[in-house]
């Protein structure tokens, strides 16, 4: 299983905003991660917490344009936005991957600019925006609501040209999800992967680990967050993103010794 470590260039992501939106550090934090066992580094400049603001695009280029250039060749980066002009510009840093969160619903050049620079995308499942996706969610069958919308939107994707071998898929754990969605949907990472696209999940130091333990806050999750990477990985998952690289990282060498999950 890959790891995708998070770097997040952004004052206020709900975890650690503000502790790299500095580049020097950001850049710094990046290299960490790659030591301690990341094999791709996500970089975002625009938080999507539940209720955060849209950055403008001016603002997301002036973040996250000097990270990318700087870890550019560090390992490979994927640009964590919904907007094209920023997807382009990383691009043209050294990004290899675009993940949007809204599945190439956001930014109706997004498709097309994939497509043309032959970059692998992932497409997440978002209940609404980041603003109102915590707004009482509610779905009939949340596993399969989640895939059958993830399918339809690698259908609009491979009709635009992107390549269905560098298609990615992420439920979205978090994104306008009760604790109980969260916790189904990692039930089921198995539905997902039978779908034969590589899934990613991310379920990193996310607000459901807390409400299952006592409310415990963001920096004291990591036991949670280790749990549902192991979920997932059981459950078939490509990769998981996350802010711990290295004990989760350790925790899935481990768990792959003792049981060697078996080629997918």
């Known amino acids: 299983m890959k790891i995708m470590g998070i770097v997040n260039v952004t004052p206020d992501s709900f975890s650690d905003g503000g502790e790299f939106l500095d580049p020097d550090r950001a850049i710094t934090h990046g290299h960490r991660l790659v030591a301690a066992g990341a094999d791709l580094l996500d970089i975002g400049g625009e938080s999507t917490r539940p209720g955060a603001r849209a950055v403008p695009a001016a603002e997301e280029l002036a973040r996250v344009t000097p990270v990318v250039e700087g870890l550019a060749g560090t390992a490979p980066i994927s640009i964590d936005t919904a907007k094209a002009e920023v997807a382009e510009a990383a691009i043209a840093a050294g990004a290899e991957m675009v993940n949007d969160v809204t599945a190439l619903s956001g930014d109706p050049e997004m498709a097309a600019l994939c497509a043309e620079r032959g970059v692998e995308v992932v497409l997440m499942h978002m209940l609404g925006s980041p603003r109102t996706m915590q707004d009482d969610p509610r779905y009939g069958d949340v596993a399969a609501e989640v895939r059958d919308f993830l399918l339809g939107r690698v259908e609009r994707a491979t009709g635009a040209g992107i390549d269905p071998a560098r298609i ?41 680990i807390g409400k299952l333990d006592r409310g415990a806050p963001e920096g004291q999750r990591l036991g949670g967050t280790v749990a549902a990477c192991l979920a997932a990985m059981n459950g078939g998952a490509a990769m998981v993103r996350v802010h711990d690289v290295a004990p989760v990282a350790q925790a899935l060498r481990v768990a792959e010794a003792i049981e060697p999950v078996p080629p997918r």
């Open 168 to 208: 990615w898929i992420d439920p979205g754990i978090g994104f306008g999800k009760s604790v109980e969605h969260n916790l189904e949907l990692l039930r089921s990472t198995a539905i997902f992967a039978q779908t034969g696209l590589p899934v990613l999940v991310g379920p990193s130091r996310k607000a459901f």
